[in-house]
């Protein structure tokens, strides 16, 4: 997993750069530096009957030829959008193909039964088998929770491709436009308003941002970045206040 800024996961590696134990063999062979799947990935693979070797890449895609997964008729290319490093925007929260949220590993072992009918409970399905304890170390927070196990994390994953309910990112332009609409905003309030009712109209513009961009990624699942906004209508607003209220205390004192 890699972690944002803010120390959540948002965001699962598809693919790593494998090099070999021994540096000289990689630099006189440099075929030995390549990617390969991550568990996530290599689990889709085998999902839909899909040769590793076959993956194609294209301009922010990644895409699975060929791929017939369990009780599905037809053969269909599954494109799994992905950013510049190879890693998907984790959907978290959605129930879908996959059965049920937490199994035990015990109830997992009618996997390795030989006889199909002592398996009816994952039978063509996936099972994440992982520790969910605080001591192993892993545990990662996540926009869902503070502590979320590792192994959850990948299946949420698998599940956001299963299920085909990917994040979308925003354009790049909307976060220069929304700061610039908010600068406008804030001298339309300075100019019209007085300190008193300038504080409203500040407090009133940062519920806004935070309500449109939540609205957004329930509505559209698009992630809108609202640090630097959320930055600049709190200090923008914040002086704008202190600068008016300055102003009329000095037309007072005249």
């Known amino acids: 997993t890699t972690k944002d800024p803010d120390g959540k996961v948002r965001y699962m590696p598809l693919l790593f750069r494998w090099n070999p134990i021994y540096r000289a063999k990689a630099i006189?062979?440099?075929?030995?530096?390549?990617w390969l799947p991550t568990l996530v990935l290599a689990t889709l693979c085998r999902w839909y009957g899909v040769d590793p070797t076959t993956l194609r890449a294209e301009p922010g895609v990644l895409i699975l030829p060929a791929a017939h997964g369990p009780g599905e008729n037809a053969m269909?290319?599954?494109r799994i959008p992905?950013?510049?490093g190879g890693r998907l925007l984790?959907?978290?929260?959605?129930?879908?193909?996959?059965?049920?949220p937490f199994h035990s590993a015990f109830r997992a072992r009618a996997a390795f039964e030989p006889d199909e009918r002592a398996r009816p409970q994952v039978r063509d399905r996936i099972a994440v088998v992982y520790t969910s304890f605080t001591s192993a170390g892993d545990q990662h927070a996540t926009p869902l929770t503070r502590e979320m196990p590792g192994g959850v994390i990948n299946a949420e994953a698998i599940n956001t491709v299963l299920t085909g309910d990917y994040v979308r990112v925003a354009p790049w332009w909307l976060l220069p436009l929304t700061m610039l609409l908010e600068g406008a905003a804030l001298v339309g309030f300075a100019a019209r308003w007085t300190s008193y009712r300038l504080v409203g109209a500040w407090l009133g513009l940062v519920f806004v941002l935070f309500v449109a961009g939540f609205s957004v990624f329930n509505a559209a699942t698009v992630l809108v970045e609202l640090a630097a906004p959320a930055a600049m209508a709190v200090l923008g607003g914040a002086g704008v206040v202190v600068y008016k209220t300055l102003v009329e205390d000095r037309e007072r004192v005249d």
Do not use: I, N, T, W
């Open 28 to 34: 006189a062979d440099p075929g030995e530096r390549r």
């Open 76 to 78: 269909r290319d599954v």
């Open 82 to 84: 992905v950013d510049a």
């Open 90 to 100: 984790v959907r978290y929260a959605k129930s879908g193909v996959l059965a049920a």
